[in-house]
């Protein structure tokens, strides 16, 4: 497959190195060279397999704008831009575009938050919260993988309100920790990311898995599915 992957950051290049690991050719193009979307016109998106965005809450509703509206098949690992999902939901629907999104591509995060679900439902009367470290040039906070965690224990338990403690330093991938207290015991859960490859393996296999498909799908939803 040929994959177009927009963001030369971090995980971008990572993405790039991991698709061509598994056969894929790849072209990668930086925020400095598509301000605003203005690389992606149809013609363009028609060589490409999927695209695969990792840039800036800032750059990627623009991205999503011009990739759906051609009816292109899309990955995003960017977070901060879920205020917007309906009406991307919608334009990726018209156009029988093909999306799979979510907060974090990697495989344990997904254990993390079904591991959340089901102890907000087996520990009623503990206090939950949430802290999240990520590098200091993320520019979201909380993170989408803090506010899924959020989403995973007040949905198992109505009656929960979860805090989130964000904190932005050095070059950290990621750490999510949950805390569940009462006054006589405590129960902890802790995710820490070694590196970002974690997040590239599951974005490629996303794109492999959406190139043939049309709809839009969240990553938790449909991982389990990948070959």
């Known amino acids: 497959m040929l994959f177009l992957v927009l963001g030369r950051g971090k995980t971008g290049s990572l993405v790039a190195d991991v698709a061509k690991e598994r056969g894929h050719g790849v072209r990668v193009i930086g925020e400095e060279a598509n301000r605003d979307g203005?690389?992606?016109?149809?013609?363009f998106l028609a060589q490409f397999d999927a695209v695969i965005d990792f840039t800036?809450?800032?750059a990627v509703v623009p991205n999503m704008r011009a990739c759906l509206a051609t009816g292109a098949h899309m990955v995003v690992g960017t977070t901060g831009w879920h205020a917007h999902l309906?009406?991307?939901?919608?334009?990726?629907v018209k156009r029988e575009a093909g999306l799979v999104y979510g907060s974090?591509?990697?495989?344990?995060?997904?254990?993390?938050?079904?591991?959340?679900?089901?102890l907000a439902k087996a520990a009623p009367g503990f206090q939950f919260s949430i802290q999240e470290t990520h590098h200091a040039e993320k520019k979201d906070a909380p993170s989408g993988t803090a506010l899924s965690l959020k989403h995973a224990l007040e949905s198992a338990?109505?009656?929960?309100?979860?805090?989130?403690?964000?904190?932005?330093?050095?070059?950290?991938?990621?750490i999510h920790g949950i805390e569940a207290r009462t006054e006589n015991e405590v129960i902890q859960l802790r995710h820490e990311s070694f590196?970002?490859?974690g997040f590239a393996e599951g974005?490629?296999?996303?794109?492999?898995?959406?190139?043939?498909?049309?709809?839009?799908?969240?990553?938790?939803?449909v991982y389990e599915q990948f070959d």
Not at 203 to 221: H, K, L, P, S
């Open 86 to 92: 309906k009406d991307l939901r919608a334009l990726a």
């Open 195 to 197: 590196s970002r490859r």
């Open 104 to 118: 974090n591509f990697s495989i344990g995060v997904q254990a993390l938050y079904k591991v959340a679900h089901e």
């Open 157 to 174: 338990n109505p009656h929960l309100s979860v805090a989130i403690e964000s904190i932005r330093e050095g070059d950290s991938p990621g």
């Open 38 to 43: 203005s690389a992606i016109t149809a013609p």
């Open 203 to 221: 974005a490629v296999r996303a794109a492999e898995w959406i190139a043939t498909r049309q709809g839009v799908f969240e990553f938790q939803d």
């Open 56 to 58: 800036t809450p800032e």
